[in-house]
């Protein structure tokens, strides 16, 4: 061989292995591409799943941050796995385990749940500050528990306001439903023995199915004025205010009692006319009633820049102090003989502050015993401009009539 060829294949040899070695460079450098592409894409997934798991928290803290029930799971070892702000609001704390969980009651529902895997409901008090809680606690799998606390004290004083509403209507019905029922049998027996008794038991009869009816009447006023207010509309109080007295002048007369009314002028409302008159009425009404005669009672309508104020002031047997926060009660009377006596259904302040309340206003009292009352109630004004054509104002009123 000569020289010229070993250099020819030396070179030859060396391009082949510079080749070789550029292919294999270029191979291991595809190699390392791929990895890094596939490592990149694997992180990428990762960072995927990881944003979707995040917002999957998110929207499940929202929704169990925001829930007003208390939610809590306990594992199979009945340990707090996660507790929601609301179970601490509830229990006062969060507990580690079901051994912290209080009130007892609901410790011994959850343990029963985690033996029987029954899921089960109980309703039990905790003190300072005192709420009625209803726990509800369901197997959750593999031994675990899940339970939801929430707080039941204003359904339950609900319930118990209903329960008492009830039964006192009943009473109240009752006894003229008796005293009709007594009348009716006494006035058939004297019907031929004693013909002059009639016309007593007569009005007897006429009395009580009276009294009746008005408790009806207002029971039936009260369950419409506590489901809300009427559509709005512009209503003249100072117009409703001389319509209630006209129709409260007879009684005044017969009671011996001086009614006059005091305007500045127009008082504009909004709200329901009807109802307005309804409130005008029952303390006109009140104010005749517990007055002696020679007694007397004022209305006053007086229109400030935003708000309108009716007041009934009377001379009569006043409220004692003690008295005052519960007058509003359903039901509630001082005395409960005057009352029946006068005509009266213990419902009539109710309905007052009822109507008050749904146009946005209040009632207040103040009294002084054998010196008299007043009732003061606040109304907003309604601004003329959006009024311009009242409903109520058959008939505007200014000055002082008797
Ligand atoms: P009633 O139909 O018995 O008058 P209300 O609900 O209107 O029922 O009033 C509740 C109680 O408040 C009355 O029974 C009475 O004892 C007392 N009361 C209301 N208004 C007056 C008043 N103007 N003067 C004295 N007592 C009043």
Redesign the pocket.
Known sequence: MDLGSVVVGLMALVAAAGIGAAVVAHRSRSAIVGAQRSAREARADLDRREATAREQRGVQDLILGSMQEGVLLLDAELDTAFANEALDRHLGGRPASVAQLLPLDFQEAVRGVATSSTPVTVEAERHAPDRWLRLTAAPAGDGAVLVVVSDVTDARRIDAVRRDFVTNASHELKTPAASIQAAAETLSAVAEDDPAAVPRFAAQLEREALRLSRIVA?LLDLSRLESGGEVGEPVRLDVVVREEMERADDSAKRAGVDLSVRTNGPALVRGSARDLSLLVR??V???I???EAGGRVTVDTNEQVDQVTLT?T?T????PAR?LPR??????????A???E???????????RHVAENHGGSVA?T?ELGT??S?VVTLPASAPSEDAAPSSGRRAGEGTVN
Not at 316 to 319: K, L, P, R, S
Not at 327 to 336: C, P
Not at 344 to 350: A, I, M, V
């Open positions: 207002d029952n303390l009404d009140n104010a009633r517990h007055t009934v009377d009569g047997v006043g409220i008295e007058i509003f009660e359903r039901f509630y009377r001082v005395d409960r005057r009352s029946r006068t005509g009266g259904t213990g419902l009539g302040l109710s309905i007052v009292a009294s008299g009352s009732f």
